[in-house]
């Protein structure tokens, strides 16, 4: 020790005092650690105490993913169960554009090895510009299996594009039903904001489709289905790793139509290539057997969205392919409407049956001149034979002395000038032409007043009248009917495909017309003479059941005072229209029904015969033969 | 025999402090159990992380078996290579991730900043033991620069973390030789004065790291998605945890780097607030034993050395709880003696061996 110092006092208490001090410092940094460490345990407490509820709340948010289960939408029958509409399963190809760097770039590189046409370029862009950019869009659907298998090797460098398996809805009748069936589509914003006010948007969480038109619009609450849950737990990539809980989905119920698709067919070809519309009615209980407008579209392209240029054509044509003429589309009844006019007229108690006029073929008025379509006049005419032979001047005067508001009131009876409720949408009111209706109608004084020589043209079925087939075979089905009247419905019933429970639409009575049966039966008898020996004899000439019918024509273009018609010197448009109203069998008709034939010229000649093959396949099952296609 | 083999229990323990080597098994067991869970029950990590431990180990025993005299010789030489490598990384190194941190040495790599976490202490501990005699603050300025040289090269790779763990545990050494506090407050206002020079000269990406901390949600996808989801994993812990193996967001992948720098997340989401306390209890009997012995070393090398090895080790863990608990930004520091990988282990035992042969070589020094 002595020799480490010279003064070993002082160098003990020395290094004492430096050893003191180092401790005092270690001490310090003991201090600084218990410090720290006391700082992280108050950041444990905070986050695992404290904010606990809140990170289990983000950590069960992180793990559990809710996933939708879209149902399977119910399917579309006919009376028969043949399917309109039905679900089958196969690949997309969806690409997610939120996903993917180039989107030319991954389209150029599919179509390298999957086909991909410039329509589902097309359709794909347009689907874009509607969508946001998180969501799977379809760049190619119904894939192959081999294009899958394609597919599947190439997935890799097409990161954002999946294959995807999903229900398509088909329409396996095509435009036959395009109208009365419609399509469904994919839900655009305004559906959504629809489906949100209406609180049924949590139920569309994994649906890409809603009914757009026809009965999968208006019936999309049935076909539709309840939407099942899945609760997956998910890793940070987002895959599945097991699922937690699954509520199934519950399918759409299934729609069975009063609608005969054989009968719709034999109505659809035996237009030929005309344009028009026909409606069959059963008037005991206002079911729709026959519901056609020709042309109709392919409502299979309006599925994953049409492409532009596909649209254009269809929404561009001059034959309208896209209008249902059937219950958008509005006529002048022409001579269909003088049954109805007739039955006015015993309503009132302004003719008798058996009172006759003498015709000379023209009704003068005003200083006018109001031909009849027979020159030389049909000599005396009573009620029947004003009917039977559709004498025109019998109506100018019948016309004249009845006056258009108790007209009006009167056809206001059989549904005409108001919407049927068929349930389906985009009904037409067409014109029921009245003192009332002309000063709402129009705006300039002069305009507004009703003028007397207005109401001569309306007596047979012209001026301003304007009615759908629809209205007019449901106005034909009440008479059938004798006056009782049902509201129109394409769909028997709603059927759970699960219970099997039946929900029927019920026929509803809509009203008793509250007519004199007498009165009925001398119209009916007149309409049996028209197939009989009249205006309809040629068209039904050996029809092995009796039935009652009406022919019309409905003028497209005014023609001038002195002039005749002549169909050849008359461009196609602006031909006249043929309608045919009938019932069958006259003692207990089972259908009503009423023909528009677009620019084809005389009822009888035109529209009659469609008539004719209509009956004769419901009521005989007689499919007409092939030769007869353009007679 | 029994003479025998009484003769090799005392040449394998002579130098082993009891009390540091049963506070390292129970982390390390700890470390396995948690590991085990990261790993999805996988045993192959598991497996390995058990062989690290015990060469690890190995190494602790050699080391603690080296008289402190010994090492307090090899200071400056090893000093001095660490020196000449970093300068060698800044010339010829290897760019990974961006950053030149590593240096091709014939057949394999190395990163020296790794060796200067040891070395440093040394040094500087060599250096004021030295100086023991007349320490004056021109010595404390030399210490100063012998720790900003390979501190500055380090930054410059650019390694922030190691920079300023290399920092910390050069101050450690310069505080506990006794730097004036005068001194301390004065660096302490420049060091606060100087804050925007310095946030002028990082990187981008570490100025990031900062600015994420500060609102990890700026960037949820991007730098905040390691600290969001660590995050959500200590607090959905809760106060008894989710229990052993069934943490969701350690077992779905929602932590990244989680057998690694965030395995921390795991134990806590798992074993909950009462996890967290014996995890820091533990820690803090582990650094209690290494104050102890620190108090009592004999030689100031020996004081300085074992300071700086023992609060070095607590900042590690500090600094890793830290980051993964979201107070500090994320940097790559390993938890000691839990995370998965041999090196980090390997030099924690180092310093603990180190710790071992001080506290058992004083009485041979003393007689």
Redesign the interface.
Known sequence: MSELSINPGIEIRDSER?LD???R??AI??VF??T??G???L???Y???I??G???T???A??ISILPIAPHRGIIVDRNGIQLAHNYSAYTLEITPSKVQSLEDTIDGLAAIIEITPRDRRRFRKLLEESKSFESLPIRTRLSDEEIARFAVHRYRFPGVEAKARLFRQYPQGEMFSHVVGHIGRINQREVEQLEKDGRLANYRGSDYIGKTGLEQSYEKFLHGTTGVEEV?????GRA?RTLSRTPPVSGNNLVLNLDAKLQEVAYNAFGDRKGALVAIDPATGGILAFVSKPGFDPNLFVDGIDPQSWSELNGSPDKPLLNRASAGTYPPGSTFKPFMALAALFYGKRTPQQTISDPGYFMFGGHRFRDDKVDGHGLVDMYKSIVVSCDTYYYVLANDLGIDPIARFMALFGFGSRTGIDIAGEATGVLPSTEWKARRFSRPEQKKWYAGETISVGIGQGYNNYTPLQLASAMATLANDGVMFRPHIVNYIEDIRTRDKQLVEPTPLRNLGIKQEHIQVIKQALVGVNKEGTGARAFADAPYTSGGKTGTAQVIAIKQGEKYVESRVAEQHRDHALFIAYAPADKPTIALAVVSENSGFGARAAAPVARKVLDYHLLGKLPAATDGKN | MPFLLRRLYRFMTAHIDGILLSGILLLMFTGLLVLLSASNGSYARVSGQLMNMLVALGVMWLFANIPPHFLMRLAPPLFVLGCALLVGVALFGDVVNGARRWLHVGVTRIQPSELMKIALPLMLAWYFNRNEASLKLRNYFGAALMLAFPVALIARQPDLGTALLITASGC?VI??A?LSWRVIATLFVAGLASLPFLWSALHDYQRQRIMTLLDPTSDPLGAGYHTI?S?????????LGKGWMNG??TH???IPERTTDFIFAVY?EEF??LG??VL?AM??FL??RA?VI??NAPT?FA?LLA?AIT?TF?TYA?VN??MV???LPVVGVPLPLISYGGTSLVSICLGFGILMSINTHKKLVQT
């Open positions: 430096e001090r180092f401790r410092r270690l940094l003991g650690v218990l720290l460490f700082l992280l345990f950041r444990f407490f986050l695992q105490v904010q606990h809140h990170y289990s983000l950590a069960e992180n793990r737990e998910v890793d940070s990539g790793v | 450690y505080f506990l006794g989801q995050t959500i994993a200590v607090g959905s812990g809760g106060i969701t967001q779905l992948d929602f806590a909950g607030l967290n306390a820091l820690l803090l650094i209690g104050m620190t108090a100031l004081r300071g609060l607590f500090f709880i830290g608990s979201g107070i």
